[in-house]
């Protein structure tokens, strides 16, 4: 357990805004956090809880207690690798574990499932707040099961998968329940059987950049080393450019919306998710607004992907908040079309 008083967030968001907290709280077991929830009480219009911060904006300061989860460990529950008619994998990854270190360790332990979602930056906590997916894969596709800390009452309690309410970006403890519960350990569903995901267009076409043949089947390691290359090529490094991935969701529309798009600009990217919804790439939009690479003060779109908002080096999350803000005007008054941003914006309403 750490207390630091009057605490700068700077290294603890990636966005490197220089907010900071009245008091901060690094907790590394359930036990230190219940003592310190009973002792100071928890108010979520006061106090946060953090985990990698890398899909957070701080647009002021916290006033309260930054409690900083430091639940480390992972292990293989059950392996059933022996027999012949079940080879799925059960693992526990607790709340403060790197996620993309996570994803490395299941290669190196020849477990598969994670592979799409190589190098996808924060913590193993964070993951299902906001089911994080990429390249063709969601973490819906390989939960399990979640253990959260129920914050009144101190109670640890097991979440299935159909009780998180999971979907595209959102789940029950980014809405409903915010702040309700705090996310301890995450179990995973994986499997000894590679099962090859290459949904995702652009996947095929770097794997055949890496030399490996159009019809052959790649191995899970292969896939994660392409995923890798593509977000290194399409998205920002943090460390370089402090951004916090995509500020955007792709917005859901009807299919009428979506096929009123399409004949007005049929170059927009448009993918159907059911017989009722559409999803529009909000990056395109952006794009068509004018908006990519360009900079406002110390804030800026980048010039690798226009769904991504930097921090050009000391900008306030007030200057990045404005920013998407007249972002989000832009599209909508060009497309009627209304962002919702992924990141939680603390101390400011959207
Ligand atoms: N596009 C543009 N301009 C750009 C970037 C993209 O017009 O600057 C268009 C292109 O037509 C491109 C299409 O958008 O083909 C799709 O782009 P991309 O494959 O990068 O996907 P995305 O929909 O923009 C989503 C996720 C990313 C994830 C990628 C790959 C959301 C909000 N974002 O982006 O997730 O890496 O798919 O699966 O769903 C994140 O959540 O932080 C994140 C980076």
Redesign the pocket.
């Known amino acids: 357990m750490k207390r630091t008083a009057n605490a700068s967030l700077k290294h603890l968001n990636s966005f490197a805004v220089d907010a900071t907290a009245g008091q901060l709280f690094e907790f590394r077991s359930t036990g230190e956090l219940d003592k310190f929830i009973q002792e100071h009480g928890f108010d979520p219009n006061r106090d946060l809880i953090l985990g990698g911060g890398s899909n957070i904006l701080f647009a002021d300061d916290v006033e309260g207690t930054v409690l900083v989860n430091r639940l480390m460990g992972k292990s293989i529950v059950n392996d059933c690798h022996d027999s012949s008619t079940d080879t799925e994998v059960l693992i526990d990854v607790h709340a403060g574990e790197v996620w993309h270190t996570l994803v490395m360790w299941t290669l190196d332990q020849g477990l598969y499932g994670l592979e799409n979602l190589s190098l996808i930056p924060g913590l193993a906590g964070a993951a299902p707040m906001q089911n994080i ?3 063709g894969v969601e973490l819906s596709d390989v939960l399990d099961s979640v253990e959260v800390f129920e914050i009144e009452s101190g109670a640890i309690r097991e979440l299935s998968l159909p009780d998180c309410r999971l979907s595209y ?1 959102d789940s029950r403890f980014k809405s409903v329940d915010a702040g309700k519960y705090l996310i301890t350990r995450v179990r995973l569903r994986l499997n000894r059987v590679p099962r090859t995901n290459l949904n ?1 267009s ?1 996947l095929r076409d770097e794997l055949t950049a890496m030399g490996i043949a159009h019809d052959a089947l790649p191995t899970a390691v292969q896939v994660s080393n392409a995923v890798i290359r593509l977000r290194q090529r ?2 920002p490094d943090p460390e370089i450019q402090p951004n916090a ?2 500020f ?3 917005p859901i529309v009807s299919h009428s919306k979506a096929t009123e798009m399409a004949q007005e600009y049929p170059l927009i ?1 448009v993918y159907t998710l059911s017989d009722k919804q559409s999803k529009l ?4 939009m952006i ?1 068509h607004c004018g908006w ?1 690479g360009h900079s406002m003060g110390r804030a800026a779109v980048s010039s690798q ?3 991504v908002l930097i921090n050009r080096g000391g900008a306030s999350g007030k200057e990045i908040l404005e920013l998407a803000r007249l972002i989000h005007k832009s599209v909508f008054d060009r497309f009627g079309i209304d962002l919702q941003t ?1 990141p939680l914006i603390v101390g400011a309403d959207v």
């Open positions: 997916g990429a390249y970006r995702y652009g399409k998205l991935g995509s955007f969701k792709n990217p790439s909000a990056a395109w794009e990519k992907h226009a769904l992924e």
